[in-house]
């Protein structure tokens, strides 16, 4: 089983940035890919960006390249998800997720963290 956890959430101003941490526990071993995904109130969750356990598979959906990048520290089970000139839209819990493989469907992972609250004041 693996255990995700988010943080670095938080309120911030538009044109601030963020740097959000997803830390793994647990059967480490099993994950292949990490996804960030991002859910407004009364929204389904959306596709934020995901990397392969290894560093490689960058994958960004066009609404995210170039304000998030994504980055992985494998010696202490950490991705990070860092946002750049955040805009109010950018509103959300932002969760992350273990799966088997890159991928923007959020089917495609089996273990999620709780999420990590962004706020973004105008």
């Known amino acids: 089983q693996v255990q995700l956890v988010e943080s670095g959430g938080g309120l911030v101003q538009a044109g601030g940035s963020l740097r959000l941490s997803c830390t793994a526990s647990?059967?480490?071993?099993?994950?292949?890919?990490v996804g960030w995904f991002q859910q407004a109130p009364g929204e389904e969750r959306e596709f934020a960006g995901a990397i392969a356990w290894s560093g490689g598979g960058l994958y960004y959906p066009d609404s995210a390249k170039g304000r998030f990048a994504i980055a992985i520290d494998n010696s202490k089970n950490t991705v990070y998800l860092q946002i750049l000139s955040l805009r109010p839209e950018d509103t959300a819990v932002y969760y992350c997720a273990a799966g088997d493989a890159v991928s923007a469907y959020p089917d495609d992972y089996h273990s999620w963290g709780q999420g990590t609250q962004v706020t973004v004041s105008s």
């Open positions: 647990g059967r480490t071993s099993s994950i292949k890919a």
